[in-house]
């Protein structure tokens, strides 16, 4: 993108934002009615990742831009930030966290380069705040709740506090699978919440040991099933049947027959 191109965006955005002739839409949004958007765009960059799309990632990456635009806009206008000090930040905050590029640092290889990206922004942390960073200091609270607790258990183990090996993370979702079924037997409805929640948890640092991320996971899962689940529709359909013909073993027979279909 040349300077042109970001330009006549900012001014697009400017333009739309103008409270005399631009978009009531526009003009009446704020920063928090615009954040589910800007989540929701960069799932729908990940999913044509997902999809190898490369001409949807296009479009889609133009919609995340968007939003990075739109509340630069918005800051602009209350005289915080524009967009300027937004990309001399990021690229500052590039420059400052590769030493190893950009000065005389060496690093090894990739693992000892996130090492030391950790140890940078635990640092910046600290001067941010004036004080010793916690552990768990500067983990969003906005990550979808499964990543948030891949990374809440990876800040805990780089001091220690994890399990040995997968299987001790194997054994306690075991244990979290049992009190599970207590609170399920009681009918204890905040009980049974507490520990789905503690369940998932586990789950989550199970893949973590398995050095794959619970997030991409279950997508590929939830795509997985919709994919199924829709040639399973698609099978009633062919033989001329609806749902409500279908007895509950006969449709996990069907659903049997689809899971064997490459």
Same mark, same amino acid.
């Given at each position: 993108?040349?300077?042109?191109?970001?330009?006549?965006?900012?001014?697009?955005? =400017?333009?739309?934002?103008? /409270?005399?002739?631009?978009?009531?839409?526009?003009?009446?949004?704020?920063?928090?009615?615009? =954040? /589910?958007?800007? %989540?929701?765009?960069?799932?729908?960059?990940?999913? =044509?990742?997902?999809?190898?799309?490369?001409?949807?990632?296009?479009?889609?990456?133009?919609?995340?831009?968007?939003?990075?635009?739109?509340?630069?806009?918005?800051?602009?206008?209350?005289?915080? &930030?524009?967009?300027?000090?937004?990309?001399?930040?990021?690229?500052?905050?590039?420059?400052?966290?590769?030493?190893?590029? &950009?000065?005389?640092?060496?690093?090894?290889?990739?693992?000892?380069?996130?090492? =030391?990206?950790?140890?940078?922004?635990?640092?910046?942390?600290?001067?941010?705040?004036?004080?010793?960073?916690?552990?768990?200091?500067?983990?969003?609270?906005?990550?979808?709740?499964?990543?948030?607790?891949?990374?809440?258990?990876?800040?805990?183990?780089?001091?220690?506090?994890?399990?040995?090996?997968?299987?001790?993370?194997?054994?306690?979702?075991?244990?979290?699978?049992?009190?599970?079924?207590?609170?399920?037997?009681? !009918?204890?409805?905040?009980?049974?919440?507490?520990? %789905?929640?503690?369940?998932? &948890?586990?789950?989550?640092?199970?893949?973590?040991?398995?050095? %794959?991320?619970?997030?991409?996971?279950?997508?590929?899962?939830?795509?997985? &099933?919709?994919?199924?689940?829709?040639?399973?529709?698609?099978?009633?359909?062919?033989?001329?049947?609806?749902?409500?013909?279908?007895?509950?073993?006969?449709?996990? !027979?069907?659903?049997?027959?689809?899971?064997?279909?490459?």
């Amino acid at each position: 993108m040349s300077k042109s191109d970001i330009n006549n965006l900012l001014e697009i955005m =400017a333009a739309l934002r103008d /409270p005399d002739t631009g978009c009531p839409w526009d003009i009446e949004q704020d920063f928090a009615t615009i =954040a /589910p958007h800007t %989540i929701e765009e960069a799932y729908e960059v990940a999913d =044509a990742i997902d999809r190898g799309d490369l001409d949807d990632l296009k479009e889609e990456l133009g919609d995340l831009l968007l939003q990075v635009v739109f509340h630069a806009q918005m800051a602009a206008e209350r005289q915080a &930030f524009d967009f300027g000090d937004v990309t001399a930040a990021i690229g500052a905050k590039l420059l400052r966290r590769h030493p190893h590029v &950009f000065g005389n640092e060496e690093i090894a290889d990739a693992r000892a380069q996130t090492e =030391a990206w950790e140890a940078h922004k635990r640092r910046e942390r600290e001067a941010e705040s004036g004080h010793s960073a916690g552990v768990l200091d500067g983990v969003s609270l906005g990550l979808p709740a499964l990543l948030r607790a891949a990374k809440l258990g990876k800040r805990a183990a780089g001091v220690g506090f994890d399990w040995p090996d997968a299987q001790g993370v194997r054994d306690k979702i075991a244990e979290e699978a049992a009190e599970l079924d207590d609170a399920r037997r009681a !009918a204890d409805h905040t009980a049974i919440a507490e520990e %789905i929640g503690d369940l998932l &948890f586990s789950v989550a640092q199970l893949a973590r040991h398995h050095d %794959i991320d619970p997030e991409e996971a279950l997508r590929a899962a939830n795509a997985k &099933f919709a994919r199924r689940f829709r040639a399973l529709e698609a099978r009633l359909a062919a033989d001329g049947m609806s749902w409500a013909d279908q007895s509950l073993e006969q449709l996990e !027979a069907r659903w049997q027959g689809v899971k064997r279909q490459p």
